[in-house]
């Protein structure tokens, strides 16, 4: 017998215990073991990071710049980033205190909520929403409220909506926009709304704006800007999305000083910093980036709409995404559930998506399709999900 089923008491921690297992690893783990699958699955662009930018990381490694960094990053990414921060939406944040390296938007995610809440703490966030959101939550001790987002806004969540959901114990909004699985985006009405009750309740409010370069016929408002709002909001983003560097794993976090330090504590103990050759990658990127990200932008555009044109055609009813580059369509009309929907899609045409249910209560007979494949691929993928809807009618 082994030793560990000896143990009298539980070995794993109810926080631990308390999360499930990501939908979407168990269908990217299937996905790894069949040969011809379509992976509209995981949310990774199919471009290579570009030429220069992984050049810059090569030239990192190549003159020997392989030691720890500040664990608040290097100060010229860190000014780089104010400065964009500045161009874009006119704020101000003081490189030195107020901006952190982090490992991709992940960590940031994780650093907000382990810095600020305390156990039985509430958070507010969408549903359905990144998978993530709920367990790092959950890993710091606080309670999730979800509040359901819908198809006949655009899955956009609104203001009122959270006014309902807010409690004595309610400390943290945390937004996606744009929306991870959705694609929507809080149009600055609703995030003018928001605004309103974080100062009015004395709310806290994290947003990942990972996607904030992916936004399409619409403009992209980070609530940071609006007024009384950049002294109680975390602003995370990162290179993964918008420069094709998932691999190199690398983020920020823009917030107030004294926030900014609480995190840095967690932070250098648990990371010490982000890795050298990803921050100097990204450096580059800022500086003369601007051209790949908007190519990219362009070609996520005209696959999307091709897309999702191409399943409201099927008859699978999809709300046009305004932003990231994520479809998703109601399939409940199929009579399958999500998971099944999935399973059977992935098993009898080789097309995988995700459930909706994944991401939330309020994704029941929805899935997500990540259409950052190839524009050939998308087109087959079509073919094969059309062939499946009516086979299965």
Known sequence: MNSMDTLKREMLSQRVRQVKASGIRKFFDIINTMPDVISLGVGEPDFVTPEHIRQAGVRSIQEGHTRYTSNYGLLELREEIAAMLQRRYGLVYDPR??????????????????????????????????????????????????????????????????????TPQTKMILLGNPNNPTGAIIPRAELEGIARLAVEHDLVVAVDEVYSRLVYSTEHVCIAALPGMQERTLLLDGFSKAYAMTGWRIGYVAAPSRVLEAMLKVHQYTIMCAGTTAQEAALEALRHGEDDVKAMHDDYERRGRMFVAGLNRIGLPACEPKGAFYAFPYIGGTGMSDEEFAEKLLFEEKVAVVPGSSFGAAGQGYVRCAYCTAYDQLEEALVRIERFVKKHQ
Do not use: H, N
């Not at 966030?125 to 979800?146: C, K, T």
């Open 97 to 166: 205190t107020q901006i952190l390296a982090t490992v991709g938007v992940s960590e940031g995610v994780d650093l907000a909520m382990r810095t600020i809440l305390d156990p039985g703490d509430e958070v507010i966030a969408p549903d359905p929403g990144y998978v993530a959101y709920e367990a790092d939550i959950i890993f710091a001790g606080g309670v999730p409220v979800p509040v359901p987002t819908y198809a006949q806004y655009d899955f956009g969540i609104r203001a009122a909506e959270i006014a309902a959901a807010i």
